[in-house]
Nanobody, 127 residues
Framework: QLQLVESGGDLVQPGGSLRLSCAAS????????IGWFRQAPGKEREGVSC????????NYGDSVKGRFTISRDNAKTTVYLQMNSLKLEDTAVYYC????????????????????WGQGTQVTVSS
């Protein structure tokens, strides 16, 4: 059974860093585009970053460009989100998501394009 499990969320001060992990099980990660979305209280879920199945293409939301980096290790069936220079407004539950796209060289930050979702991990940025 396909499963995505996020980890790495924590309480961190503004300006700090965190690395989130998304561990996949039950499917071959090579054929899936992976996305990270987040949802803050009272707000809609928004796209943060995504990576194509091969890892050759990435996208970032405007609010995180230059601060966050997505990467994947298909051998370890894990996708990472390195978050630097964290801001108060980065506080949210972060979700990992996947969609089957064999051979695709692109990914999108459109929530409806994704099929499988993890349970989320809480990131809190506070002084």
């Amino acid at each position: 059974q396909l499963q995505l499990v996020e980890s790495g969320g924590d309480l961190v001060q503004p300006g700090g860093s965190l690395r989130l992990s998304c561990a996949a099980s039950g499917f071959n990660l090579d054929y899936y585009a992976i996305g990270w979305f987040r949802q803050a209280p009272g707000k809609e879920r928004e796209g943060v970053s995504c990576i194509s199945p091969s890892g050759g293409s990435t996208n970032y939301g405007d609010s995180v460009k230059g601060r966050f980096t997505i990467s994947r290790d298909n051998a370890k069936t894990t996708v990472y989100l390195q978050m630097n220079s964290l801001k108060l407004e980065d506080t949210a539950v972060y979700y990992c998501t996947a969609v089957w796209r064999p051979g695709s060289g692109i990914c999108t930050l459109v929530r409806g394009h994704y099929t499988f979702w993890g349970q989320g991990t809480q990131v809190t940025v506070s002084s």
